[in-house]
């Protein structure tokens, strides 16, 4: 199973970006996916989360602003950011419990990809 995550960039503040991570490999199921971000020096923290039954939930400082969502379909798990602040500057990532068969889930991480806001 491989998570990629793609669509980060440089962005105004008040502007918006969507994220997508697409999951590829042998996948029987999705469980909870999630969003994180890592800031420079900083540590990494949840963004938001999705359940397997497609529940949302998101940190303070995002509400309002980011929705994640799931295409079961596409394998695919979705950030759609708007107002961004400069302080969403930061490498996200998405992360993944996902079932290979009908027994067995393990928890899977995607590479980073870089947003930047700034004028």
């Known amino acids: 199973v491989q998570l990629q995550a793609y669509g980060g960039g440089l962005v105004q503040p008040g502007g918006y970006l969507r994220l997508s991570c697409a999951v590829s490999g042998s996948i029987f199921g999705f469980n909870t996916m999630s969003w994180y971000r890592q800031a420079p020096g900083k540590q990494r923290e949840l963004v938001a989360r999705i359940t397997g039954g497609g529940t949302p939930t998101y940190v303070d400082f995002v509400k309002g602003r980011f929705t994640i969502s799931r295409d079961s379909a596409k394998n695919t798990v979705y950030l759609q950011m708007n107002n961004l602040k400069p302080e969403d500057t930061a490498v996200y990532y998405c992360?993944?419990?996902?079932?290979?068969?009908?027994?067995?889930?393990?928890?899977?991480w995607g590479q980073g990809t870089q947003v930047t806001v700034s004028s």
């Open positions: 992360s993944g419990n996902i079932y290979s068969n009908s027994y067995s889930s393990a928890n899977y």
